[in-house]
């Protein structure tokens, strides 16, 4: 349980509350620069020995780390989410209930237990003092046909993976029939965009059937993306696209896979209609196939459905307040449980030697979880070379989910600047070595949200980015450590390898891969040290060369002071290491074909991907680097439009 091992951790100092004033208020995040990533970053965290330090042109502010990190590491329910349905899966548990669509267990809390709109209609508007508007699904279908579907993900709500090859499954999932049992909705929350105070965004195509029970007493939500016009729709038509649905479903399932915690995808429909988009903003619009994805998670409260209400002043404020309770009492019930006996008290170290008590405010110990779960969240993405693209406010899990997969990217070529996104390209802001920052700059709008209702102060605000800063640190080393098949965390080693990879773009996840096949043999020839990852290390000149053979030596004389064996070092490095990333050009290849007709290679991809670690014999060639074609616009840098 995540709370009670910070009992273990040393008493720290807060951060400055100029710097929370800074990330509050400010556009862009005060950067928690990785101390390996090149860049002008107004400011970095870097560790020496057992501590790190926040530190800017103006000023630095000193935080003590825990001592080991096993002792700080948070793991809390993230490790539950990222297992849940292998475990089901390993045990043959949820083989034992095989339910069909009649039988499931529907609950309705949300609607049950918070305010609602008590109007009904679509009609774009701001809707005030609710959480939700009742709205059901309206986009039009004709012969619907099911593209895919994830048995894994039935297997979480107990559904009979042959209800798919019901001939009404698409009906259901289209939204043309409604689910006996089901309630729906669509959510209202706001949001920070780029940075920019957005206001009321919403559910604006996004339905949510209701939440199913299983007979773990889990508790899922079904959620209908694409499904029509809500109040929240603005000027949008409520629909989505083919070619971002297959993104959609086929990345919400490769993540979970690679141990990312993600939301899920149980399904994905052709609708048989065309939908008009213009996918490059060049006036020049087109019709696409439409489609709908079954989305699937614990929740999908987002910050922004908190920070909505807040934003609408006083009258709101026990909005916010039914909303924390409401996720408290349904997705962190130890906190709800917690009491004086666990300790859970921290000196803050500043001058008047303030303590923040997590055990006499639980809405403190609440944000410090979400700051624990969001940090190791992008940790484990900045691990696997993964680039969400939009990470504003309305698209942050309070569960600490990856969440709403628009414009995403996997490093094919290692690029710390690389982002997926079109419309981010100006300034960057979402790029790859930018997200340990946003993720700061995110929390601490979430905290200011939970301030403004009265729910936290500034001082256990402070301490839950102090949390955020901390817990990342040490999951990303952690990470990397593993990546390389390290006995411990070697700074130097990593930050000069991260460098060659930027330098010479060598693509990460196949560099990564190869890098298990190094011997640990400190007599092996210089003119044979590359030999293992000429596959990746392709086109380097004399110059680079040598830059490489220095850095292979450095790593092999760490893995022979290791002991471990050569045959133990790689089966542990393949186990973290993946051979198969959903990289945007097999996205592409699955998308041409579907948009013919063809669902084939969607259904190829997603069972790849459910074993992203294992060799795949006949499979290389969805390892292969991306083809020249992969580079046209629209491929690997896409827009939100969808």
Not at 1 to 29: D, E, G, N, V
Request: aromatic share 10%.
């Amino acid at each position: 349980m995540l709370l009670l091992s910070l009992s273990h951790i040393s008493p720290k100092p807060s951060l400055a509350s100029s710097s929370l004033r800074f990330l509050r208020q400010t556009q862009s995040p005060r950067f928690l620069k990785l101390p390996f990533f090149p860049s002008s970053l107004a400011c970095h965290v870097s560790r020496r020995g057992s501590s790190f330090s926040f530190s800017s042109r103006s000023s630095c502010v000193h935080m003590e780390s825990s001592s080991p990190p096993a002792a700080a590491s948070v793991d809390s329910v993230t490790h539950d989410l990222k297992n849940q349905s292998l475990d089901g899966v390993r045990d043959g548990d949820a083989n034992k209930v095989k339910l069909k669509l009649e039988d499931l267990n529907w609950d309705h809390s949300f609607v049950r237990e918070l305010p609602g709109d008590p109007r009904t209609d679509i009609l774009p508007r701001e809707v005030l003092h609710a959480c939700y508007t009742k709205v059901s699904p309206s986009a039009e279908v004709e012969n619907p046909q099911l593209v895919a579907g994830s048995e894994s993900v039935a297997q979480l709500l107990e559904l009979d993976p042959k209800e798919f090859e019901r001939p009404d499954f698409p009906l259901f999932f289209s939204g043309a029939s409604p689910l006996v049992g089901a309630m729906p909705y669509a959510q209202c929350y706001g949001g920070h965009q780029f940075g920019m105070w957005a206001g009321q965004l919403g559910d604006g195509r996004a339905i949510t059937l209701g939440e199913i029970i299983n007979s773990k007493s889990e508790r899922w939500e079904l959620q209908l993306k694409g499904a029509g016009k809500t109040p929240y729709s603005r000027f949008a038509d409520g629909l989505a696209v083919l070619r971002s649905s297959i993104r959609e479903f086929l990345c919400s399932e490769a993540m979970h896979f690679l141990g990312i915690p993600t939301t899920r995808a149980l399904c994905l429909v052709a609708t048989g209609k065309y939908v008009t988009r213009d996918m490059f903003y060049d006036g020049n619009p087109k019709e696409e196939p439409g489609a709908i994805v079954c989305r699937v998670a614990q929740s999908f409260l987002r910050f922004g459905s908190y920070q909505i209400h807040a934003s609408r002043g006083k009258e709101d404020f026990d909005i916010v307040r039914a909303l924390a309770d409401y996720a408290i009492r349904h997705h962190f019930p130890h906190i709800e449980n917690m009491s004086k006996s666990d300790s859970l008290s921290f000196s803050l170290g500043d001058e008047d030697h303030s303590v923040v008590d997590l055990t006499s405010n639980k809405y403190a110990a609440w944000i410090v979880e979400i700051a624990e779960r969001t940090a190791s969240l992008v940790a484990r993405w900045q691990g696997v070379g993964f680039t969400h693209g939009v990470l504003n406010t309305d698209n942050m899990s309070i569960l600490g989910l990856t969440i709403d997969y628009g414009p995403f990217g996997f490093l094919d070529a290692f690029d710390p600047s690389y982002t997926p996104n079109t419309t981010d390209l100006p300034g960057r802001r979402y790029c790859f070595a930018n997200q340990p920052d946003i993720g700061l700059w995110n929390i601490a709008q979430f905290a200011s949200t939970l301030s403004a209702a009265k729910l936290i102060d500034d001082k256990e605000s402070n301490y839950a980015m102090e949390r955020y800063g901390t817990k990342f640190m040490d999951e990303y080393q952690a990470i990397m450590t593993k990546k390389l098949g390290l006995p411990k965390y070697n700074k130097q080693l990593i930050s000069k390898l991260l460098n060659n990879l930027a330098v010479d773009k060598v693509d990460y996840t196949n560099f990564f891969r190869l890098l298990s096949n190094l011997k640990a043999d400190t007599s092996i020839p210089e003119g044979e040290l590359l030999v293992p990852l000429k596959a990746a290390l392709l086109d380097i000149g004399k110059e680079r060369k040598e830059a490489w053979i220095s850095w292979v030596q450095s790593y092999i004389h760490e893995l022979a002071s290791s002991g471990i064996s050569d045959e133990e070092r790689k089966v542990s490095m393949d186990s973290v290491n993946p051979k198969y990333v959903l990289r945007n050009y097999l996205c592409q290849s699955a998308i041409d074909v579907a948009e013919q007709g063809d669902f084939s290679e969607v259904q190829r991809l997603l069972k790849i991907m459910e074993r992203p670690y294992d060799e795949q014999p006949g499979m290389e060639k969805y390892a292969r680097l991306p083809p020249a074609w992969a580079y046209r616009p629209g491929v690997c840098m896409l827009s939100c439009s969808s």
